[in-house]
């Protein structure tokens, strides 16, 4: 039946806030019959009231209670949780999960600091999956709560101006309230932005806000735990893969000089052992009573923390051996102090080893060394230009003929040594023996400035050692040897010459020719050495010399001025020598002058003198161009038929 009478009152809450109303309908009087409400009922009424504001307030509580003891159980459960994941990957899917079910909301979005690209990058996790976008710090609401480093609660996202709601219209999703929250380290600085979307019942209260506080500052911390661990990750993944492009042999030794950690296996397999068995056993085991040395130094470093650098070290195995360089330096603890072992760094030089001894037969240790460290392609084909040195022991085949094989072998071998060691000591390399003759180069694989000085020094100390060696000779009753050296400078192609199965370092070239000719010319005036022009230019007026008389070798169209290397400057020429060659001098200037026989006259003294060997030569010229002097057009140049 419809109400007679109606007497409501409202209920207050502890702090006077209306929190419901109470209502009653249709009094019934004595009779049953509806009445009205007296004053009486009313005062009753709101007795009645009072206590139901009592017991609503007071389940209100309960339930507020409750809902925060659920929320720190889930909170401290998270915390718990987020300790123990070091993937960041899922960590930040644990975050992003955690939030939305602590807060009650629909959508989570974590913004974290892009330090490289000045950007903050988001991970968004909705109905559809997980994306990831990239806003500048300023823009948007998680950009105002990270550049303020200040909360955002946002009950009507449409009506503030800092939402952009394109996104909505792109997406169908419509955005009702947001709560973003800055994640900040343990040094206050911003990390991030955790930011909720609409809150599933109502608004996002300050409450909320609280919850949301605690739980982006554990965030906070298990987010730079967890990058912290990646980087960690990131860089032991980078360390290997260096150590594995690398063909040094990388080991780290425990404190208790057992393997930790080797990049290549190869050390293990020369000393014949394993992996296994380096693991389980000191050092001092497995490299074994043959390594004494590398031991000690390892020992050493272990005791007294400074690096021991070993060189060209022939470690040895019970099979096998290899040259090696080693470096055993201290392992230090990441905060500085404290020994955490040693790192022992060893590379397998033997081929080089190999290589350097091989080049070493044509060329000085150190010139070999410094060819193999170049790593340019220094023995390919270029051009350049070169001083050229060939020497021939005279008559060889007469001498040898008289000779028994063996003596013969011996004295090559000797007079080889001695030329092979006067070549190598000036920076030259020894390229080709031609049967008694031998060539050097000077500027080969490197040029110098003194390569030419480097061709002539090298001339005079082999002829200072064959004086020596006849000198021994003669005294054991043996033949003494007569050589002659040519020398030329010039351009020339050097590089790796042959054929597919068999090739040779070597110079060719016009330079090379004409240095093979000057030193067939000096047994023609017989001197010992002779250099042409091109030479005598670079040397730098270091050198005694005599100028012989231009010649026109064979193959060339014009000719070449020609000299004798006497010594160097400020030795001392015996007297006889001396006077002999200014006697020629006098000579050859009455002979370039047409007067051969003033010139002949000097030349006969000089003979006389010392049986200079050059004033021979233009003795019997000058007497011949007496009986049939020579063309108007003569300029003092000797055409040479032959080799």
Not at 92 to 107: E, G, Y
Not at 167 to 189: A, F, S, W
Not at 270 to 299: C, H, P, Y
Not at 398 to 420: I, R
Request: hydrophobic share 40%; proline share 3%.
């Amino acid at each position: 039946m419809p109400p007679v009478s109606i007497m409501a009152i409202p209920l207050y809450s502890s702090d006077n806030n209306v929190i419901g109303v109470l209502e009653a309908e249709n009094k019934l009087g004595d009779d049953g019959q509806p009445t009205y409400f007296m004053s009486e009922d009313e005062n009753l009424f709101k007795l009645i009231g009072a206590i139901g504001s009592s017991v609503l307030g007071n389940a209100k509580l309960y339930e507020t209670m409750a809902i925060t003891q659920k929320n720190i159980e889930v909170l401290l459960a998270t915390t718990r949780s987020l300790g123990s994941i070091t993937d960041h990957d899922k960590l930040i899917k644990v975050i992003m999960d955690s939030a939305k079910d602590l807060l009650s909301a629909d959508r989570c979005t974590l913004f974290l600091d892009d330090k490289d690209r000045k950007k903050l990058k988001g991970i968004i996790q909705g109905r559809d999956g997980v994306q990831t976008i990239s806003i500048p710090y300023t823009t948007g609401v998680a950009g105002a709560s990270f550049t303020k480093g200040e909360p955002v609660n946002i009950h009507d996202a449409y009506k503030d101006s800092r939402f952009n709601p394109e996104v909505d219209r792109q997406t169908g999703y419509v955005t009702r309230t947001i709560l973003c929250m800055p994640i900040k380290n343990i040094h206050g600085e911003c990390i991030g932005v955790t930011q909720m979307i609409n809150k599933r019942k109502g608004v996002f209260s300050a409450a909320d806000e609280m919850i949301l506080s605690s739980f982006s500052a554990q965030a906070a911390v298990a987010i730079e735990k967890s990058q912290l661990f990646k980087d960690t990750e990131d860089m032991k993944i980078y360390l290997q893969s260096v150590l594995s492009s690398i063909n040094s042999s990388v080991i780290t030794l425990t404190d208790t000089m057992r393997l930790n950690t080797i990049n290549r296996p190869w050390m293990a397999n020369v000393l014949d052992t394993s992996e296994q068995f380096m693991r389980d056993n000191s050092a001092e085991l497995w490299i074994g009573e043959l390594n004494q040395t590398l031991v000690n130094d390892i020992k050493h470093v272990y005791t007294h923390r400074t690096t021991v650098f070993g060189s060209e070290y022939e470690l040895r195995g019970r099979k096998t051996s290899v040259i090696v360089n080693y470096q055993v330096m201290p392992l230090i603890s990441g905060t500085g102090s404290g020994s955490k072992g040693v790192v022992l760094v060893v590379d397998d030089i033997s081929a080089e080893k190999r290589a350097v001894m091989t080049l070493g037969r044509y060329m000085s240790p150190a010139l070999a060394k410094q060819v193999m460290e170049d790593g340019n392609g220094a023995l390919g084909g270029t051009r350049k230009k070169v001083s050229i040195l060939f020497s021939d022991i005279r008559s060889f085949t007469t001498l040898s003929e008289g000779m028994e094989p063996t003596d013969v072998v011996d004295m090559l071998n000797h007079h080889f040594t001695d030329a092979v060691n006067a070549i190598t000591e000036e920076q030259g390399i020894l390229d080709k023996f031609i049967g008694d003759a031998v060539m050097a180069v000077f500027g080969v694989p490197f040029q110098s400035d003194d390569d030419a000085i480097h061709a002539c020094n090298t001339a005079l100390k082999m002829k200072d050692a064959l004086a020596i060696s006849n000198k021994a000779r003669a005294a054991a009753g043996k033949q003494t040897i007569k050589i002659g050296i040519g020398i030329n400078t010039g351009m020339v192609l050097s590089g790796n010459i042959g054929s597919v199965k068999r090739m040779e370092f070597s110079c060719i070239g016009d330079a090379v020719n004409l240095a093979s000719r000057v030193e067939g010319l000096t047994k023609f005036y017989g001197i010992t050495i002779m250099i042409t022009e091109y030479t005598l230019k670079e040397t730098n007026d270091l050198f005694i010399t005599r100028e012989i008389e231009p010649v026109q070798v064979m193959g060339k169209k014009k000719g070449v001025r020609m000299f004798e290397l006497l010594g160097r400057k400020g030795e001392a020429i015996p007297r006889d020598i001396r006077e002999s060659i200014s006697l020629y001098t006098a000579g050859f200037d009455f002979y370039k002058k047409r007067l051969f026989e003033q010139a002949s006259e000097m030349f006969n003294a000089a003979i006389a003198m010392s049986g200079d060997g050059p004033s021979k030569v233009l003795l019997q010229r000058s007497k011949q161009y007496m009986e049939q002097p020579p063309d108007e057009n003569w300029d003092g140049t000797y055409i040479a038929e032959g080799k």
